[in-house]
């Protein structure tokens, strides 16, 4: 299947090289609001180092022709408008008496713009893990598809770049459309859901560097045309690493929400991820423990990872605990054919809903709003 024309472009875009550095200009994160429409017609912004006083203006312009021809040799691209604009590096004040920042007030962090772009959303929620394994994404979605059931207009955003998960659970198989510029998320049961796997060859292996992972976290939070919502999910790659401290710059986050199961070494990684939303002043909504537990047909519960173990560090962190979810293995059976058990009659969806409520509970107590 051919893929999106704005994903075209960008992948021509990244064949650029700076050179200052000999990167290219997509992986330095020079790229910035590439947008495309139905006509063909693409437009972005290349972001040259340096204020705009000692801004490289011939390199600055002779970069921005290489990006425009590069852009215009994509097959499907009528037109293209593009921009060099400077910015300061770091936090510097940028200069005073410009039109766009008269008061000479420092930029917002890039990310922190992307966001701005997802006004429509209410409430957003990290939905993380210290380490892989836990089934954190496999929740995610049913905890999204169980808000939605409850009548909440939900989202979710499948930010793990290297390891998307959402197509899978969701049953997805063709890739996202776009739409006057916008990326268009695909509803699936009941909920509005994006991921890079569904902008990218699912065969490719997406060997990229943390500036190209940044932008593409960056394009789903800005280039997604993902309109009103109550409540976003966004499932975030396992550890505390550049996706999770972007998440918590972009001032976006009502909380987290953290996945483990019962065993010591999930355990320790979980203290580690409540340390790093706390020291950013994030608030943790609570910790679920899944695969807590394998019931037998008469009844009888076998404890193949621990007894307890998330309860017992949410208690010693003085963090909420949201509840067990024990080990069904039509859970699994359900995953893989993406249909997730939330939105079924299975005993599953009760513990879903039971937990999504205590979530919209949490939001309430942390940010004393609502996601209705």
């Known amino acids: 299947m051919t893929q999106p024309l704005a994903i075209r472009v960008r992948n021509a875009l990244a064949q650029v090289a700076n050179p200052k550095t000999g990167r ?25 180092a340096g204020g705009a006083e000692d801004a490289d203006a011939a390199g600055a312009d002779a970069l921005l022709a290489a990006a425009k021809n590069a852009a215009l040799a994509v ?3 009528s037109a293209v408008s593009a921009v060099a604009t400077a910015h300061s590096a770091g936090a510097a004040p940028a200069p005073a008496g410009g039109h766009d920042n008269p008061l000479g007030m420092r930029k917002k962090p890039q990310i922190e713009q992307a966001a701005e772009a997802m006004a429509g959303v209410k409430q957003v929620i990290a939905i993380a893990s210290g380490k892989g394994g836990v089934g954190k994404s496999t929740l995610a979605v049913n905890l999204a598809v169980a808000l939605a059931a409850a009548g909440y207009k939900t989202g979710l955003l499948d930010a793990d770049i290297y390891g998307p998960s959402l197509p899978t659970l ?26 890079i796997g569904m902008l990218v060859d699912p065969d490719q292996a997406l060997a990229w560097r943390g500036p190209m992972v940044m932008g593409a976290l960056k394009q789903l939070m800005s280039d997604v045309d993902w309109g009103t919502l109550d409540v976003m999910l966004i499932d975030t790659p396992p550890g505390t690493g550049d996706t999770h401290l972007s998440l918590i710059q972009s001032n976006r986050l009502a ?22 939303f706390r020291k950013t002043e994030t608030p943790i909504l609570g910790v679920i423990e899944n695969m807590a537990w394998l019931e037998t047909p008469d009844g009888e519960r076998h404890y193949v990872f621990g007894k307890g173990g998330a309860a017992r560090v949410a208690q010693e962190l003085d963090a909420p605990f949201l509840g067990a979810v024990p080990l069904y293995p039509e859970l699994r059976q359900a995953s893989d054919a993406g249909t997730p058990l939330a939105g079924g009659d299975h005993p599953a969806a009760k513990t879903f809903a039971q937990i999504a409520d205590k979530i919209i509970a949490a939001i309430q107590g942390a940010t004393g709003s609502t996601a209705e």
């Open 170 to 195: 969701f049953g997805l198989k063709d890739q996202a459309t776009v739409r006057d510029g916008k990326i268009i998320p695909v509803e699936a049961h009941g909920v509005r859901a994006m991921s």
């Open 75 to 77: 097959d499907g691209v």
């Open 255 to 276: 909380g987290a929400v953290i996945v483990s199961t019962p065993q010591e070494m999930a355990l320790a990684d979980v203290r580690r991820g409540v340390a790093l």
């Open 24 to 48: 290219n200009i997509v992986a330095e994160g020079l790229v910035q609001g590439l947008t495309t429409n139905d006509d063909g017609k693409v437009r972005f912004a290349l972001e040259v």
